[in-house]
């Protein structure tokens, strides 16, 4: 039976979708509203095709109620980015008109030709550490609100204001040697006061959030905390976003997705790489802020920018360099933890196979790297017959052997003798 994509372009309170088949055949095309009887016509209406993949447009944005409904029916649900369809749509004959039908035209079209698109999958650690991240991340804009709304009030209170980067307790101390005696300022050490708790409740929460965070992290199997600069929110984040790491193919990819690879600008002869603004900016950051930590440590990171630096690039290049640098770390790692355990082989150690072992170098090693398998014999092989030395030629050059042919060059005279024939001929040279 052939199978159908429907592509559908998610709103708040409506989704649109276009059903086509794999020769691109308009099946159907209509609209739905978002509620949960509209949901389960729309359900019943797509079960007409046995063989069916929903395609939804920013599975991870708009789009996630309706992918994660998806998911929870049994439906397999691709996750197609904006970009893809809004260049689909630009591409097409309605000359780049932005209405619900063509951007669920451009949607299916992009899941019927793009076959790398990352299919959604239901792991409920992943959606754990998902939901923990983004509680994470909106306690620290909380936090964040109420100490710029703290220093307002300290600017107001304290000539010059109040340092920054302090905690909860010295902020405390601070405002207790304030003594207005005005209403305002009265009102304005009060508010300040109800901050200052806020700001408690909050380190409060943000603190058991790091150590739930950290278990999540180490209940998974990853050991990207164990890379400098990655905490346990910088890893969970990692984690969540990325998936399934095998849906990248190479670092190259990898770096591309984060964000931390230059866009080729080259033209001509002329070699220019500019900034990528694309890319999950979040990640982007993550490796950001684990370069800012690297580099206030004594760590590889901090030589790897000193050399760029040398070199000759200004300091943001260099940051630069090492974000990239940083992604290719971070690959490696979701690589190796995505490896099942290696089993015990013939070499008794772990990951011993018949091509590689304890005993020699992975995967392949040469007889010349191997160790010997016991002691050395006391027999001696016999002495090589020596061979009669040849006289000394001043500026004659090195013999040379081709494949087949041993090309011996003496003084005024060339002579070329084959290997593979039974019998030798000589090509006679030049007078001398």
């Known amino acids: 039976m052939d199978r159908v994509m429907i592509g559908v372009d998610p709103h708040k309170l409506s989704v649109t979708f276009e059903a086509r088949d794999s020769r691109e055949v308009l099946r159907a095309k209509g609209q739905f509203g978002t509620d949960a009887r509209s949901y389960r016509q729309l359900l019943a209406y797509a079960r007409q095709w046995p063989e069916r993949i929903w395609a939804v447009e920013g599975a991870n944005g708009i789009g996630r109620p309706l992918a994660q409904r998806l998911l929870a029916s049994g439906e397999r649900v691709l996750d197609v980015p904006a970009k893809l369809a809004a260049r689909a749509r630009v591409f097409d004959t309605g000359q780049g008109r932005k209405t619900d039908p063509a951007d669920a035209h451009a949607i299916v079209m992009v899941a019927l030709r793009d076959k790398r698109l990352r299919e959604l999958g239901t792991d409920p650690g992943l959606t754990v550490l998902r939901l923990l991240c983004d509680r994470r991340d909106e306690l620290s804009r909380s936090r964040a609100q109420a100490l710029n709304r703290l220093h307002r009030l300290f600017l107001e209170l304290i000539p ?34 109800e901050e200052l708790a806020d700001l408690g409740r909050l380190d409060a929460k943000l603190k058991a959030m790091k150590a739930e965070l950290k278990a999540a992290v180490l209940a998974s199997g990853s050991h990207l905390m164990d890379i400098h600069g990655i905490g346990p929110a910088a890893a969970a984040r990692i984690l969540a976003d990325v998936g399934d790491i095998a849906r990248f193919p190479n670092r190259a990819h990898f770096a591309s997705w984060t964000g931390t690879a230059p866009i080729d600008a080259s033209s001509g002869q002329h070699t220019h790489h500019r900034l990528s603004r694309a890319g999950n900016r979040r990640l982007n950051h993550v490796l950001y802020m684990a370069g800012i930590v690297q580099l206030r440590n004594d760590t590889p990171g901090r030589a790897y920018y000193r050399r ?28 190796a933890d995505a490896r099942p355990p290696r089993q015990t082989g013939p070499g008794g150690h772990s990951g011993a196979t018949l091509l590689s072992s304890a005993a020699g170098l992975p995967p392949d090693t040469g007889t010349s790297d191997q160790p010997l398998p016991g002691p050395v014999s006391a027999t001696l092989p016999p002495p090589p017959v020596a061979k009669a030395a040849p006289a000394a030629r001043t500026g004659a050059p090195p013999r040379r052997r081709a494949r087949g042919v041993n090309v011996e060059r003496p003084a005024g005279r060339t002579t070329l003798t084959p290997t593979s024939a039974g019998t030798h001929s000589k090509s006679p040279g030049p007078p001398s």
């Not at 902020?171 to 050490?189: E, F, I, M, S």
């Not at 690039?313 to 990239?324: G, V, Y």
């Open 160 to 193: 010059g204001g109040a340092p920054v980067k302090k905690s909860t307790a010295q902020y405390q101390a601070l405002l207790a040697r304030v003594r207005p005696r005005d209403l305002a300022g009265k009102t304005r050490r009060r508010m300040a006061a």
């Open 308 to 335: 760029r630096v040398a070199e000759g690039k200004t300091s943001m290049e260099a940051m630069r360099c090492l974000r990239r640098r940083l992604s290719d770390v971070v690959y490696r790692q979701l690589a």
